[in-house]
């Protein structure tokens, strides 16, 4: 029998009610119980990872130190766990039907016929297993995508229903997310959704050990023991999750309505210690009670759908309660920055210039970071952004004129910007970009080393275009220094415009290692940078 508990969280009634956020949190307190815990994501689509889809249809892509393209809700989980994730953490039916129909190309099966039941769900329940195999963990939180009663779950939830009857009740439990809706014109909150939802769940097979339900007011004993009893569920595992002021108030929020603890009941796991919860509380004490605040312009493409960039609004967060500091983000389309660039960007504290693919929006970004760089506002540009400051830098202070990325402009004169030398080769467009953690060697006493409080860093990347180094000796000579370069192929990591305060461009992603208990160096650099600016030109 396996020494390794397996936790399931499925959906119902709509998406978006924040599975991720529950696992997160279930993961947090169970960790501050003393178990090592990791968490991962079964997604229901074919793609066979998210590094193909439009940010508009799937949010960021979050990029592990593995190199693996994977679901926001990874972040989420890094986020609050502290414990980096990997390729083994994220799975989607994509990745399941290409595993099995490349088996059988090869003969694996020996001419059997494949099916759904049980090729299908035999390498689902393999990746189920998979983080368990190296014993490092004592749960493992499996989240599944999507709701339950949707065609693309359905080999999933077979699967969870087979696994849970092999593993037996000891070893794997069913959590199970639904809604509590509050009607206005009945003034009272509905069951009924939450009763066909688990419904639905059982007729696959499975019956929930604890109901989560989402509300956006209080349940009442009567309305617990109602749903209690339509669904199959004990009372006491009835838990309400309310909407909160911010999702790290989760933790604390699912705590007192003993989450934790029925879990451990329904595993048959001890209590061990009660939850040190301290640095998360001091956490939120910070983030809610700020003594201070600024503005700051976080420029980008995808700014309708602020998931695109979820990871780097959580930094700021992270980096504002660090600095006792409210970090006010305007998400500004970078397409409208064509004209009256300076009454747009001139009144904020910092600018962000975001990262992203493609042309569109590329000149408005420009035009933010000479405004930035020319007055003096703190910069911090991301992947895409640093190379934008790089060839804004080009055009208007060494003159360039059509100084481009060769992304943008394959016949550009000053192909300040270009493709790797690796990729130029490369056609197909899955999982083929500069993926996952690299050095980085930083020069003492720039802003970057000064922040990480050391020269000799690593970082995520996610690209295909590069600074073109053989313009690095006009770009110092300007003023426009490569502080961070990976130390194998020489690449520049990081730029900084030495005349400024505080205008620091990278390659890679830091938004994608700020953690709770860890903001990223940077991004608190970035705000302090902002706040002494904002104190000096108020």
């Known amino acids: 029998m396996s020494s390794t508990k397996y936790i399931f969280v499925t959906g119902g009634v709509t998406s978006s009610l924040g599975k991720g956020i529950i696992s997160a949190s279930l993961a947090k307190l169970l960790q501050a119980r003393g178990y090592s815990v990791t968490i991962q994501k079964f997604d229901p689509y074919i793609n066979v990872d998210p590094g193909t889809l439009n940010p508009y249809e799937h949010g960021e892509c979050y990029v592990t130190d593995d190199g693996a393209e994977t679901d926001l809700d ?12 990997s390729q083994d953490n994220n799975v989607t039916t994509g990745r399941i039907y290409y595993k099995v129909i490349t088996q059988e190309r090869q003969g694996a099966f020996l001419g059997k016929t494949v099916q759904v039941v049980p090729h299908i769900t035999d390498e689902i329940k393999r990746n189920f297993k998979a983080l368990g195999e190296n014993g490092n963990f004592d749960i493992i939180i499996t989240e599944i995508g999507g709701c339950v009663g949707d065609i693309e779950a359905l080999p999933f939830i077979e699967a969870v229903r087979q696994f849970k009857w092999e593993m037996g009740d000891n070893n794997v439990i069913t959590i199970h997310l639904t809604l509590v809706p509050f009607l206005k014109s009945a003034g009272e909150l509905k069951t009924k959704p ?8 059982s007729e696959s097979g499975i019956q929930p ?29 009835v838990i309400e999750s309310i909407d909160a002021e911010t999702i790290y108030d989760v933790p604390l929020l699912m705590k007192k309505e003993k989450l934790d603890i029925r879990v451990l009941q329904k595993l048959r796991l001890e209590e061990k210690q009660e939850p040190n919860l301290d640095s998360w509380k ?8 700020p003594t201070s605040e600024i503005n700051i312009a976080l420029i980008g493409k995808y700014v309708e759908l602020k998931d695109a ?12 309660a660090m600095n006792e500091c409210k ?11 064509l004209e009256n660039v300076y009454e747009t960007i001139s009144e904020f504290d910092g600018v962000l ?7 569109r929006g590329f000149e408005g970004k420009i035009n933010a970071v000479k405004i930035a760089r020319e007055n003096k506002i703190p910069f911090f540009g991301i992947c895409l952004g640093m190379q934008c400051s790089v060839v804004e830098f080009a055009r208007n202070v060494l003159k360039m004129d059509d100084a481009a990325s060769t992304e943008m402009n394959p016949n550009t004169n000053y192909p300040v910007i270009n493709m790797m030398e690796e990729q130029k080769s490369i056609t197909q467009k899955g999982g083929t970009m500069r993926l996952g953690s690299f050095q980085c060697e930083l020069l003492p006493n720039s802003n970057a080393a000064k922040a990480y409080g050391t020269t000799k860093i690593n970082e995520r990347h ?3 275009y590069e600074f073109n180094s053989h313009f690095k000796e006009q770009f110092t000579k300007a003023g426009m220094t490569p502080t961070g370069i990976n130390p194998e192929s020489g690449l520049v990591e990081i730029v900084e415009v030495m005349d400024h305060p505080w205008f620091v461009g990278v390659q890679f992603h830091p938004e994608l290692k700020s953690t709770v208990l860890n903001p990223h160096p940077l991004f608190v650099a970035f705000v302090k940078a902002s706040l002494e600016y904002s104190k000096t030109k108020n």
Not at 282 to 289: A, R
Not at 327 to 333: G, H, Y
Not at 353 to 359: D, I, K
């Open 74 to 85: 990874l972040g989420h989980y890094e986020r609050f766990l502290n414990v980096p994730t």
């Open 194 to 201: 939450t009763q066909h939802s688990v419904k639905q769940l």
């Open 209 to 237: 050990d604890i109901l989560v339900c989402r509300t956006e007011y209080h349940l009442s004993q009567e309305i617990r023991k109602k749903i209690a009893l339509f669904s199959n569920v004990q009372q006491n595992c």
């Open 282 to 289: 001091e956490f939120l004490g910070k983030l809610k009670n």
């Open 309 to 320: 960039y979820k990871s780097i609004a959580e930094s700021f967060i992270h980096a504002g």
């Open 327 to 337: 970090v006010n983000l305007e998400w500004i389309q970078s397409e409208k920055l």
């Open 353 to 359: 210039v975001a990262p992203g693919f493609g042309e």
């Open 462 to 464: 996610r690209h295909r």
